[in-house]
């Protein structure tokens, strides 16, 4: 296992649009194994492919206490969205940003597990947050484009000073 590079925002590599994967073969379990000890290292409760540069359409979740939960979801889909609620994100490729993002409260989710098996899940609460936030990383998108222009923009040249400074 290796630990992978996250692209850091504003990289444009966060704005490409993933591509569905047609088999899960050992290159991709491999991802799965490496994205894992990725997310658990930083530590995070979830990544997307796209934020390790591979653009394929695979999200990896762990909202448990114990680290033990790891959950994976090849080719996921919001099948049911409702309701409406506001958490506070926070995101590996927008280090130290936390902001608050209203999503719907309740999705109904279909994906591939790790062995290829499709399996469908009702998630709520922090789960639902999670799963549509590395969803939106899969469609190009990142939690800080739902804030205000302006919070955007200062965002922006936050993480720009950062990466130039750790140069
Ligand atoms: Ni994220």
Redesign the pocket.
Known sequence: MALLKIVHYPDPRLHKIAQPITTVDDNIKALIANMAETMYSAPGV???AT?VDRHVRLILVDISESKNDLKVFINPEILEASGQSEHEEG????PGIYDTVTRPERVRVRALDRDGQPFELEADGLMAVCVQ??ID?LNGK??VEYLSRLKQERIRKKLLKQAREAM
């Open positions: 979830g990544l997307a934020q995101c590996l490729s927008v936030h590395e990383h990142v939690f």
